[in-house]
Nanobody
Framework: VQLQESDPGLVEPSQTLSLTCTVS??????????WSWIRQPPGKGLEWIGA???????YYSPSLKSRTSISRDTAKNQFTLHLSSVTPEDTAVYYC???????????????????WGQGTQVIVSS
């Protein structure tokens, strides 16, 4: 399966960041697959943002839950992250990922676990 993130480029503070992951070679409705958004700010480690399950159920990091929404378009085989009220601290490389273990979807962020997109740089700046 291949994943490709959209490229929003520069986002202004207070706006809503929207990122779409397009999946090919597999379906986002495949049973027991979980589709995550993960980010890496400059000079920091990976941070799990949230996920949408094959069933459409969603899971969010407690620290970002108030600003995060993940949706999907099964016809287009895409899932989308919406992160509201962004600040420069949301500047990061954003990745989408497929995994198959709900228990570790937000904790096991090793690069060899699951299938990853190549990542897209998001800069929040005025």
């Amino acid at each position: 399966v291949q994943l490709q993130e959209s490229d929003p480029g520069l986002v202004e503070p207070s706006q809503t960041l929207s990122l779409t992951c397009t999946v090919s070679g597999g379906s986002i409705t495949t049973t027991y697959d979980y589709w995550s958004w993960i980010r890496q700010p400059p000079g920091k480690g990976l941070e799990w943002i949230g996920a949408i399950a094959y069933s459409g159920s969603t899971y969010y990091s407690p620290s970002l839950k108030s600003r995060t929404s993940i949706s999907r378009d099964t016809a287009k085989n895409q899932f989308t992250l919406h992160l509201s009220s962004v600040t420069p601290e949301d500047t990061a490389v954003y990745y989408c990922r497929r995994t198959s273990d709900l228990l570790t979807v937000g904790t096991d962020l090793r690069g060899n676990v699951g299938s990853w997109g190549q990542g897209t740089q998001v800069i929040v700046s005025s």
